[in-house]
């Protein structure tokens, strides 16, 4: 990250970045705890998973091993799998990490 001050929108996801990555935080050291305590009939992975109402659907491809590894975390995957890429969304909103377009064709920063 560069030394200029944010914008607003910059400002503004960079909140709700960090806001997202320690919600992830917390469910996954609650997940943790819950694989180690709680009895497999009892944990209902789902409840956990964050839900947003408004959804669009689309048809994607992802690699095998990558579906597979999320797939494998039972019930609430897709929902995790949104609050990852929203969190890199954020990321690159905020200015946090470099974006695709944040550079010319030479490599300099725009």
């Known amino acids: 990250m560069d030394n200029r001050k944010r914008t607003r929108r910059e400002a503004r996801s960079h909140e709700e ?7 992830m935080e917390t469910w996954w050291r609650d997940y943790r705890l819950k694989q180690r305590m709680i009895p497999d009939e009892w944990y209902r992975l789902h409840e956990t998973a964050p839900c947003r109402p408004k959804k669009a659907r689309l048809t994607a491809a992802f690699d095998a091993d990558v579906v597979r590894w999320y797939r494998s975390l039972g019930r609430g995957y ?13 990321a690159v909103v905020a ?3 470099e974006g695709v377009g944040d550079r010319d064709g030479a490599g300099r920063p725009i």
Do not use: C, G
């Open 95 to 97: 200015r946090e990490i």
């Open 17 to 23: 970045l960090m806001s997202e990555l320690e919600e």
């Open 78 to 90: 897709q929902a995790r799998m949104n609050a990852v890429l929203r969190a890199y969304m954020l």
